[in-house]
Nanobody
Framework: QVQLVESGGGLVQAGGSLRLSCAAS????????MGWFRQAPGKEREFVAA????????YYADSVKGRFTISRDNAKNTVYLQMNSLKPEDTAVYYC??????????????????WGQGTQVTVSS
């Protein structure tokens, strides 16, 4: 079992920044990769970014490339999502997820076994 707890969401003006954190506990060593997804009202959950624990390779959705950065702190079992130049269309509930089975592609939610409860990000115009 892996438990995930997100934090760092909130209300920010367009152009501003937020950093989300995802603290993992439990059988974290079994995780292959971590991902961030988001879901806006009335829309399906979509991929945002992913990182492989061991090698640190990162992957981004085109819509956030150049603005968001995913990183991890292995010692703290924590994954971060630094979000800069935020836009109103970034408004959503953001979820972190753990891929413990090594499935690919990392952009699909179905390869992630465990999910956090989500944190709300609201960007005002």
């Amino acid at each position: 079992q892996v438990q995930l707890v997100e934090s760092g969401g909130g209300l920010v003006q367009a152009g501003g920044s937020l950093r989300l954190s995802c603290a993992a506990s439990g059988r974290t060593l079994s995780s292959y990769a971590m991902g961030w997804f988001r879901q806006a009202p009335g829309k399906e959950r979509e991929f945002v970014a992913a990182i492989i624990w061991s090698g640190g390779n990162t992957y981004y959705a085109d819509s956030v490339k150049g603005r968001f950065t995913i990183s991890r702190d292995n010692a703290k079992n924590t994954v971060y999502l630094q979000m800069n130049s935020l836009k109103p269309e970034d408004t959503a509930v953001y979820y972190c997820a753990a891929n413990t089975v090594g499935g690919t592609p990392l952009q699909t939610q179905y390869v992630y076994t465990y999910w956090g409860q989500g944190t709300q990000v609201t960007v005002s115009s």
